[in-house]
């Protein structure tokens, strides 16, 4: 079993940044891919950037890209999204998520999921 915990969320102005970090603990080397997601208010959950576990590589929604970047530190278990020029849709409640074993980039049936972070973005 994963435990993930969110964490950097906040109210920033539009243009600003903040960084989201999600902490792993439990069976972390079992983890394959893992994966932020937001679901803004009256809105579906949206997928927005992935990262393999062992080997780092990313994917990125078209929603985010050049603006969000995901990255991991190894050693801490701890993926980060770098959240760049942000605007007012960009407001949501933001999860992370992760499957064991397969580092296939895919967000679809992720396994393990925190509690979320909220973001809020005003003019």
């Known amino acids: 079993h994963v435990r993930l915990v969110e964490s950097g969320g906040g109210e920033v102005q539009t243009g600003g940044s903040l960084r989201l970090s999600c902490a792993a603990s439990?069976?972390?080397?079992?983890?394959?891919?893992m994966g932020w997601f937001r679901q803004a208010p009256g809105q579906g959950r949206e997928s927005i950037a992935s990262i393999s576990w062992s080997g780092g590589g990313t994917v990125s929604a078209d929603s985010v890209k050049g603006r969000f970047t995901i990255s991991r530190a190894s050693a801490q278990d701890t993926v980060y999204l770098q959240m760049n020029s942000l605007k007012s849709e960009d407001t949501a409640n933001y999860y992370c998520?992760?499957?064991?074993?397969?580092?296939?980039?895919?967000?679809?049936?992720?396994?393990?999921w925190g509690k979320g972070t909220l973001v809020t973005v005003s003019s």
């Open positions: 998520a992760a499957k064991d074993y397969y580092d296939d980039l895919s967000t679809n049936n992720m396994t393990y």
């Open positions: 439990g069976l972390t080397l079992m983890i394959g891919t």
